[in-house]
Structure formats: structure tokens, C-alpha cells
């Protein structure tokens, strides 16, 4: 079986072909109630490994395939910095790269190990997820293995960020009732507000998930997008947009909602109604609203904001 799937169009990082480090079964140090795998116990090191010469075979091949790709992703069924030769692979990938750039999905708990960030250091982009902020939350949601404490992952992503010269990314997936409390989402935004990024993904269960648990409706993910600093970056990547109720909005509560939260055309799709939208068109072509780009994804917001923002 390859190693490389793919070629995949993902809106938010382009045409990427993908790299399994643990493609016969799933490997992973969390037990995220979420998981789109199957359900297993969190494990500490990876048992079944895939020697770097294959993986390089594998990439070789498919990049002479596949001469248009914008991002090679390193991902695994299961968390892809177990594979105990990342340092190694990246050094060989980035040789054969290009102009290609490379992006790790990482659930951020092997930062710990000195050598998995320092080999992260080595990438272009990386995406680390951050589901929760306190102990319980983190223990109920993700199921980590026996000492990873949330405390350091929170440390280990905040160096990081200050240390890394690619694109970071961040990503959260709310669980009803589970880490979508006010106090959660106060102590995330605490976190994040440590953590210098690109773009912070906030989603939902949109796959069936490893245990009986729900996602969150459009509505409820924008409204908990409010409850963060207006100084973060949140985009919503929800598959749930067109469930959402359309509303009216005044020209001053279009301007208020964007101040409070810049919004994607998806957003507004899913929020405004005809009339709201003919008068968002209005105000784009008046320079009231301004758009701003974050990594693929456009955002608008007011143009009084961005001004704003530049004289702080
Ligand atoms: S970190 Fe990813 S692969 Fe591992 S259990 Fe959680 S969702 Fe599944």
C-alpha cells in the first residue's frame, strides 16, 4: 500500500498530496471522543513503522505523477509525530520539495519531545490542534495517554509559535458539551492569545464520530466565536454552514458583526439574507468593508478596523 494519497483540493492549503505515516491502522497518543477512527486505546510510541526510504519512493512517484501541488501534508491514520524518524523524513522531503511547500497536522502533544519540534521547525506550515485549556476538559475530550499534561502542550505550542518562521495554524473541535462551557472557551482564549498564528480553525463533528457525542450547529459555533478576543483570528470551517437560519441586518449591525468577528463570503452566505447581502455588496464597493487575506481563506471586515488595528 503507498504511503501518499491524493491529490486532494482543500480550500484552505490547495492542491496537497498527502503522506500516511501510519497507513495500516491507526496510531495515536489521544482517543479524541470525536475521532473519525476507530475507537482505541491511546498509545505512547508507534508499533508499526514505515522505513523513510519507502516513504521517500512513494513521494518521489507520485510528485513526478502529480507536477501541480501546492502543499505536501504529513498526516497519519493516527497522530503523525509518533513516527520515530520525522527529523529524517522532513530533511529528505524538503530536498525533493521544490517550490512545494510542507504542512503537518499535528494534535500538538509530541511538542514535548525536543526533537519532534525542533523537526517541525523545519516545515513551512504546521496546524496544531488545541481542543481545550484545562485539565478535565482536555482529559475528557481528547483521552490523551498517561502524562501528557495540557499545562505543557499550552507551553510547548506558545514557544513554538515564537520560535517558528513558517505559517502556524491552530484548530479546535467543539464537542457539545464538552468543551464549549463559557469558562472552557475563557481559558482557550486565554491560551491563544499567547500564541502567535496565522488563523484559528474553529469546527465541529461533521464525520461520524469514536463515541456518541454531537457537534455543534452553525449558529452555536458563531455565536461561541464571539466569546474570543476580536484580536484573534477566527474562521469557522464548518460543513454545517448551510443549517444556519438567515437573518436581516442593518447597514451598522453588518459593520457591528464584522467588527466583532471578521467573516468569510461562506459566513455571510450562511448568515445575511438577500437584502443584508445586497447592502454587504454596498458597503464592500463604498471601502466601508475591506478584505483581508489569512493563508487562502479571505476575510472582510471594516475598513475603520484594519485602520484601527494599523495605528495600534
Ligand atoms: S488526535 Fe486525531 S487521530 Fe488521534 S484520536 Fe484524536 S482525532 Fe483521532
Redesign the pocket.
Known amino acids: 500500500m503507498s504511503t501518499i494519497f491524493g491529490p486532494v483540493h482543500s480550500r484552505r492549503f490547495g492542491v496537497s498530496l498527502g503522506i500516511d505515516l501510519s497507513s495500516s491502522h ?1 496510531q ?5 471522543l ?4 476507530a475507537p482505541m486505546p491511546a498509545m505512547d510510541h508507534q508499533h508499526t513503522i514505515t522505513p523513510v526510504e519507502t516513504i521517500t519512493a512513494d513521494l518521489k512517484e507520485a510528485l513526478h505523477k502529480h507536477p501541480n501541488i501546492d502543499v505536501i501534508t504529513i498526516t ?4 503523525p509525530t509518533m513516527y520515530p524518524f520525522l527529523s529524517e523524513l522532513i530533511e529528505q522531503i524538503n530536498k525533493l520539495k521544490g517550490d512545494i511547500q510542507t504542512l503537518i497536522l499535528s ?1 500538538s502533544a509530541s511538542l514535548n519531545d525536543r526533537s519532534v519540534f525542533n523537526a517541525l521547525l523545519k516545515l513551512d506550515q504546521v496546524k496544531l ?1 488545541l481542543d481545550a485549556a484545562t485539565p478535565e476538559v482536555f482529559k475528557k475530550i ?1 483521552r490523551p495517554a498517561e502524562n501528557i499534561k495540557i499545562t505543557d502542550i499550552i507551553e510547548n505550542i506558545t514557544r513554538f509559535s515564537h520560535l517558528f518562521t513558517g505559517k502556524l495554524f491552530i484548530e479546535i473541535l467543539f464537542v457539545k458539551g464538552v468543551n464549549d462551557s463559557p469558562d472552557e472557551v475563557e481559558a482557550l482564549n486565554r491560551a491563544l492569545l499567547g500564541i502567535h498564528c496565522e488563523r484559528i480553525d474553529i469546527g465541529t463533528i461533521d464525520r461520524p464520530p ?1 463515541y456518541p457525542v454531537q457537534g455543534l450547529s452553525f449558529e452555536e459555533l458563531h455565536t461561541l466565536s464571539h466569546s474570543f478576543d476580536p484580536a484573534l483570528v477566527i474562521h469557522i470551517v464548518s460543513r454545517t454552514h448551510t443549517s444556519a437560519t438567515v437573518s436581516t441586518y442593518s447597514n451598522d449591525e453588518i459593520l457591528t458583526t464584522l467588527d466583532k468577528r471578521p467573516l468569510t463570503m461562506d459566513d455571510i452566505d450562511a448568515l445575511f439574507d438577500l437584502d443584508s447581502k445586497e447592502r454587504f455588496q454596498f458597503l464592500l464597493s463604498q471601502g466601508k468593508i475591506a478584505q483581508i487575506e489569512r493563508s487562502n481563506v479571505i476575510f472582510f471586515t471594516p475598513t475603520a478596523n484594519i485602520d484601527r488595528k494599523r495605528s495600534k
Open positions: 491507526k495515536c497518543n489521544f482517543d479524541c470525536y475521532c473519525e477512527l497519519a491514520n493516527g497522530e494534535n490542534s481528547d469514536a
